[in-house]
């Protein structure tokens, strides 16, 4: 059995594939497992695994029907047989030292451990993205940098306030395999965009320890086409189903200290409201039916979705922030002129603002 099984789920990234996978089988750890799934590919990148696999007997290549990343990343889970899991996109690459010096920082009572990224964008300077840090319980790493430990409780609060993308991603982290398998944890297949955060909301709402460096030791490649965001329709709906699992997920945390699960919550709701005005714009921003179809078709999204709720109850909390405010005020009112607007500017600040 392997320390570490990393599962790289797998579509149409033929020219990117080697590169990910070249950095995994230059790991200093050399005990691990590599699970590619393919998830339905068009492209040659399925023929580059086999290749590599041909000379490294611990890659091991699964292929299935096109199903989304969070089926593909459940199947490398069911397949794992290792201590720690690990999940690697596939045009993304790793330090030659991540898992060694993860494996090190996880201690016996550590459910995971986690590092720090940098955000590789297209024609922009690299981005440094580290995990939050404690003031206490600082112990040096082997990598130059420091490790500490935080409980899962107060990584939960942290969570969603900001939001903490560096807490979200489940891919700069090894999750301890028998903890996942005892509590259940997997990746929604129907969530877009968001399982990972769910993912991990799962994982820190054990409360248990979980080991924390500030080595920057995960690459994430941003390119121009994840910039851009192609529209997914009734994406809205993800946000309906990441609002729900949340909420019964809340409801469930006795262990939680009652005032931290609150300040966790109120962050969730920011966010919620966030990307409830994200999923909005992008399926308003791409109606092409003119004033009429575009009022019908944000009418038909307040009364599918969970917005009316979601907002009402932010607003009265005193949590609801701009451009979500005006979102829920302009279709309340029915203003679908200024809501269209509103989006549109909305949308191109937002890509303005990842491109710099």
């Known amino acids: 059995m392997a320390e570490v099984t990393i599962i790289v789920p797998l579509y149409n990234k033929a020219p990117h594939i080697r590169r990910c996978l070249d950095s995994l089988c230059g790991q200093t750890l050399t005990d691990i497992h590599i699970i590619v799934v393919d998830d339905g590919s068009t492209d040659d990148g399925a023929l580059t695994v086999s290749q590599l696999a041909s000379h490294d007997p611990r890659i091991q290549l699964i292929q299935q029907s096109n199903a989304g990343p969070a089926v593909a990343r459940n199947t490398g889970l069911a397949a794992a047989d290792s201590e720690f899991i690990g999940f690697v996109d596939a045009d993304d690459w790793i330090e030659p030292r991540m898992y060694e010096l993860l494996h090190a920082a996880s201690r016996s009572d550590c459910i995971s451990a986690r590092c720090g990224y940098v955000l590789e964008r297209e024609g922009a300077a690299a981005q440094v993205r580290r995990p939050p840090r404690s003031k206490s319980g600082l112990r040096p790493s082997n990598g130059g940098g420091s490790i500490w430990v935080l409980r899962g409780g107060e990584l939960y609060n942290r969570l969603f306030a900001g939001p903490d993308i560096s807490l979200m991603t489940a891919c700069a982290a090894i999750y301890r395999r028998d903890a996942l398998a005892s509590h259940s944890i997997v990746f929604d297949e129907h969530l877009v965009h968001t399982e990972d955060a769910l993912f991990n909301a799962e994982v820190y709402s054990l409360d248990l320890p979980i080991a924390v460096t500030d080595d920057i030791l995960y690459h994430y490649r941003q390119s121009e086409e ?7 329709s009734d994406l809205y709906r993800s946000v309906d189903r ?15 200290q009652r005032s931290t699960a609150r300040t966790g919550h109120n962050a969730f709701a920011r966010y919620i409201c966030w990307y409830y005005a994200i999923a909005v714009a992008d399926e308003l921003t791409n109606t092409d039916s003119g004033p009429q179809g575009f009022a019908e078709r944000a009418q038909r999204i307040w009364d599918d979705s969970r917005l009316d709720e979601v907002f009402v109850q932010a607003e009265q909390g005193g949590l609801l922030p701009l451009p979500p405010r005006s979102v829920w005020y302009l279709i309340r009112k ?12 909305f949308n191109k600040a937002r890509t303005f603002r990842r491109l710099v």
């Open 226 to 232: 994840s910039l851009s965001k192609r529209h997914d």
């Open 334 to 345: 029915g203003r679908y002129g200024q809501l269209a607007m509103l989006l549109r500017v």
């Open 242 to 256: 990441l609002y729900e699992r949340v909420i019964a997920l809340e409801d469930s945390l006795d262990h939680i």
